[in-house]
């Protein structure tokens, strides 16, 4: 039917103007300044800009994760290898994950739970302007800080990996770099939804590992992680309304497609002490550039 087709100036102008109108709401008093984050963001997403992106760069871009040779994660990426993998036919991903208990020797996890304790002053905020606090509220410690640890888990997670990608049903791939950084999430922090892949500077990130850590009796509540059935269609990730949950059990790891949209529950800490909190070794498997 001819008024199902808009045509691309009709839609170029309606984003104008719909731009317009969330711009002047940005200006309007009456407006709180969580409304006006989620406003901004709304403009960056239709002009294209995801706020994860701008929440790994903003944030982590300097010296996300670890890698024995720092040099490699500051060249440019170059525009047409981003483009080319990116994503044209509609492709689902169900939120397929693997979760293994027990992941660790005890001794190895009362060691990261040490180390989170003894660096508490070197945690760095992952939020650092006022759209990342309405979207991530967390801190961070970087994997340099921890060069031993970070060792023995990059090599735990490449030995289990041949034994993880079936699971998955991902085709082997070449490991180039494995980022790995320490979270801590206290009373009130959140991730919302968002993917770790969909852009320039992580486009190359294929698997997310989260490795879940916390004091036993455990002393807060929330923060699961939702996984969500998403849809990937030219370069855009939607999800649709389902998820799957996982529960953020000490000594526990989850490895999922770094594609798939996913979000970290509030979480609720009674005595807010840093040492009560909810911690992850979280980071990504990369695969070469092309
Ligand atoms: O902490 C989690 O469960 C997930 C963290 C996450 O999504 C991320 O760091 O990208
Ligand atoms: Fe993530």
Redesign the pocket.
């Known amino acids: 039917m001819a008024n199902d087709i808009v045509s691309v100036d009709r839609l170029k102008q309606l984003t104008n103007q719909s731009i317009e109108t969330l711009e002047s709401l940005l200006k309007s008093p009456d407006i709180s300044s969580q409304q006006k984050a989620e406003i901004a963001f709304k403009i960056l997403e239709m002009v294209g800009v995801s706020p994860e992106n701008l929440t790994s760069s903003a944030v982590s871009a300097p010296t996300n994760g670890f890698s024995p040779k720092p040099e490699i994660k500051t060249d440019p990426i170059p525009e047409p290898d981003y483009q080319s993998v990116i994503q044209k036919e509609s492709l689902f991903l169900a939120g397929d994950h693997v979760f293994i208990e027990n992941f660790l020797p005890l001794k190895d996890n009362r060691e990261i739970l040490n180390i989170a304790f003894s660096k508490s002053d070197q945690f760095v905020g992952s939020t650092t302007t006022t759209q990342a606090v309405n979207y991530r509220q967390s801190s961070i410690l970087y994997a340099t800080l921890f060069p031993e640890f970070y060792n023995l888990m990059r090599n735990k997670i490449l030995k289990s990996l041949p034994e993880i990608l079936p699971k998955l049903n991902h085709q082997p791939f070449d490991v180039s770099q494995v980022e790995m950084?320490l979270?801590a999430?206290n009373d009130g922090c959140f991730?919302k939804i968002?993917n770790?892949s969909g852009s320039e500077k992580t486009y190359t990130r294929t698997i997310?590992y989260?490795y879940?850590f916390h004091q036993e009796p455990k002393q807060f509540s929330g923060?699961e992680?939702r996984l969500y059935e998403t849809e990937l269609k030219n370069g855009s990730a939607i999800s649709h309304g389902k998820y799957k949950t996982?529960e953020?059990r000490n000594n526990s790891i989850?490895f999922f497609d770094s594609r798939c949209k996913?979000?970290?529950m509030p979480v609720r800490c009674p005595s807010r002490r840093f040492e009560d909190g909810?911690f992850?070794l979280?980071g990504w498997l990369r695969r070469p550039e092309n």
């Open positions: 950084q979270t999430h991730y968002h770790d997310t989260v879940y923060g992680l996982i953020p989850v996913h979000e970290v909810r992850t979280n």
